[in-house]
Every structure is written in structure tokens, then in C-alpha cells.
């Protein structure tokens, strides 16, 4: 049923097709969509929200999110230890609804999440806490679910390897994602597909925050790669690799798979070959700042020290070769709600604000082939959110996130409160 329109009145809003920042702002959203920018005339039965000397733009994205664990009761980072062992599904997506919330409120109307790293039974615990959110149960973001990541046993996202737990005690299938050869990884891919995957993620290399390898040892054969890449893409479901190390990125790149995560310690020509084959990078670089390891175990805090100085030098040169980087948190890693600071980092190793816009909205779009977001313009969907200043200038004025729209639906209007 049509309903009337509502027009965003604002100093200022980002093109992001065309680099640029236009002033004014007159955004008319109806039905879920933006109907027009800066129209010649307003309709009759528009409904004005003057957003007042800010600047509009689309719903950011983030990429690389892991919505079911962090946030409350442990808002600064890494969560507890133990929870892979004393949290039940339950209460997992419950914590879930809580983080997608915090995670809507920071301006981020999209997102993956990016591989259940916890025993749940079987059950894909994203997957239905995406439908919660698409069915208006509660507020989130619009959520591209990966189900469990696909991990060999004894791999950086085997849950045991977190905790470091001692034998039996935590046991996996091949449906929670531990798969080991390729008739185990292919049964596993299709078990997250069948229930509602609309990403695969895997396991490719070693971690930082887990007592698995080295972070540069490749942990998948490549003919492991090759056939969950294989099942993935028939099915037409894009694969993203945790991966580190060289070889292991490597390896990814020539299995096929669309998305390399983190992508730390990949060298000149690994970095090339990215750009070569088109492989998206989501680099979760303000992980070097933000990811509190103080208390980790002393072997995990050596690890961080080594790797993460590392990565910031790669990103720089990525951004340089002109990888399609686009924009992730790692999140809790990163605390739910201040996603924006991957922006920040995106600019402190040389992307510029607007380039920085770019791998949070049209890249980001890409990746996951949506083409009805990312921009503003009529006929996409009416994901707006509203910041003071100009994040073109000052990118860290995303962290300041006065007003949320998603789906044409005001979630968060702090405009008007007194003192902002």
C-alpha cells in the first residue's frame, strides 16, 4: 500500500559515483525507496525531517562481522574465553539481537557475518537472526549470513583452538563446519547452503587470537579449496577465506575464491595477483589499534605484535596496486557499534575519505552483488544516515552517527537533541 512521502533536508550530501560533496540535500524517500535527490519539486504529501547542517549519505557497510558473540556484558573487545563453552544457542542470539542493534545504530545498515565460529547443534544461528530482523522483530542491519565457517580440524576457527580445550570436550560435526578432506568440506558446504548460507567462509590460513598454526601456514589443501570453491559457485554463492599468510592467499586466489580476509602478510606479487584476478580484500586494519590483547595469553599477544605491523604496510601497498578493498571490522574483535573506525584506519594507511566512502558502500555492495544499495539515487533503497561535519574532510565524523534510516524506516534521530 503506498504511503506518503518523506523528505531529508540536509547542508549537504556524498556522491558517491561522483566523488563529490553537493549542498543542499533534499532526499525524498517513499515505500521503502528513494524516489528522487534534490527534485525540482517536493511532493504534495511529503512529511519534511530537517536534518539541519549535516551530511547525508548511504548506509555504510561492514563485511567482516560476527554479530552472535562480543558485546554485552564484555563491550571492549574480544569476548569472554569461556563463552564458546558456557553460552547456549539461545542465549547466543539473544546476545545477537543486542549487538545487531548497536551495529544499526553506528550507521551500518548492511552487513556479513562472517562464519559461526561455536557448537550450536547444527543450527545456523545468523541465518534466523537475519530473518528476525528482515521480518521487523527487532532492529539490525540487512544480514548476509555465512552459517558456520568451514574449518579443518585444528584450524583458526575450530572452536576448541580459541579456548584451547583438551579432547572431547567440545566435539564438532561436519555440520557446525569441521571438515577435514574433500568429501567432509564438500558435505559441509552444502549443509550451510541448504539452511540458508548466502556466503561461504573458510579457514584458509593460520590466526592470530587462536592457538592454531602460525598465522602464515595455508591450513586447506588446495584441493580442499578447489572443491568447496566448486560447491560454493555452482550453487552461486560467493567463498571468503580467512587467510593471513602468503601462500595460503595465495592458494585461495587460485581455487577461485572471491574474498580474501585480513590478507596480512601477503607479499608484492600476492598483492598483484589480487588485482590480476579480481580478488575483493576486506582488511580489518584497525584490528592493529583497537583489538585489545591484554589480556591474552602471552603466545597469542606475540603473534599480534608480529603480524599486525605487517598487515598496516600491506594495506598500504594494496591500496596503491588498487586491490577492490572493501570495508570490515572483524567486529567484536573491533567492539559492536564502533565499526566506523575501520574508516579511520582505511585513511591512515592512504586511502583518501572519499575512496574510504567507497569500500564501505558501492565495494561493499559489489562483493555481495547488490545493486540496490551503496548510492543514493532514485529507485535504491532508502538506507540513509546522517552525520555533523563532512566525512569527505574529516572521516572520523562517521563516528558521529545522528541519524539512521534503513528500508525508509527512521531507526535513530538525534537531531534535535539539545546540545548536538
Known sequence: MSTGATVLRAARWIDIDAGQVRSPAVIVVRDGLIEAVNPPEI???????????????????????????????????????????????????????????????????????????????????????????????????????????????????????????????????VQEGMADGVPAVRAATRYQIKYGAGVIKISASGGVMSHSTAPG?????????????????????????????????????????????????AGDDTVQMMVDHGTFLVPTSYLSEGLDTSKAPPALRRKAE???????????????????????????????????????????????????????????????????RGRLAPGLLADIIAVPGDPARDITALETVDFVMKDGVVHKNSTAEPGR
Open 43 to 173: 511532493p504534495a504529501d511529503a512529511t519534511t525531517v530537517d536534518l539541519g547542517d549535516r551530511t547525508v549519505l548511504p548506509g555504510l557497510m561492514d563485511m567482516e562481522i560476527n554479530l552472535l558473540i562480543g558485546g554485552p556484558e564484555n563491550p571492549s573487545g574480544l569476548p569472554n574465553p569461556m563463552h564458546g563453552v558456557q553460552d547456549d544457542p539461545v542465549y547466543r542470539t539473544l546476545r545477537g539481537t543486542v549487538n545487531a542493534r548497536a551495529t544499526l545504530m553506528a550507521g551500518f545498515t548492511t552487513v556479513r557475518n562472517l562464519g559461526l565460529m561455536v557448537k550450536t547443534g547444527g543450527y545456523l544461528l545468523d541465518v534466523d537472526l537475519g530473518r528476525g530482523i528482515e521480518n521487523g522483530w527487532f532492529p539490525g542491519p540487512r544480514v548476509v549470513s555465512a552459517g558456520h565457517a568451514i574449518t579443518p580440524t585444528g584450524g583458526h576457527l575450530d572452536p576448541t583452538m580459541f579456548q584451547k580445550l583438551a579432547p572431547h570436550i567440545m566435539p564438532m560435526s
Open 217 to 265: 601456514t595455508q591450513q586447506y589443501s588446495d584441493e580442499e579449496l578447489a572443491a568447496i570453491v566448486d560447491e560454493a559457485h555452482r550453487a552461486g554463492i560467493k567463498v571468503a577465506a580467512h587467510a593471513h599468510g602468503d601462500a595460503g592467499i595465495r592458494a585461495c586466489i587460485r581455487a577461485g575464491v572471491d574474498c580474501i580476509e585480513h590478507g596480512s602478510l
Open 306 to 372: 608480529q603480524v599486525f605491523p605487517k598487515a598496516r604496510r600491506m594495506l598500504a601497498k594494496a591500496i596503491e596496486a588498487g586491490v577492490k578493498i572493501a570495508c570490515g571490522t572483524d567486529a567484536p574483535a573491533v567492539p559492536h557499534g564502533q565499526n566506523a573506525k575501520e574508516l579511520w584506519a582505511l585513511v591512515d594507511r592512504g586511502m583518501t575519505p572519499m575512496q574510504a566512502l567507497r569500500a564501505a558502500t558501492v565495494t561493499s555492495a559489489e562483493l555481495i552483488d547488490a545493486e540496490d
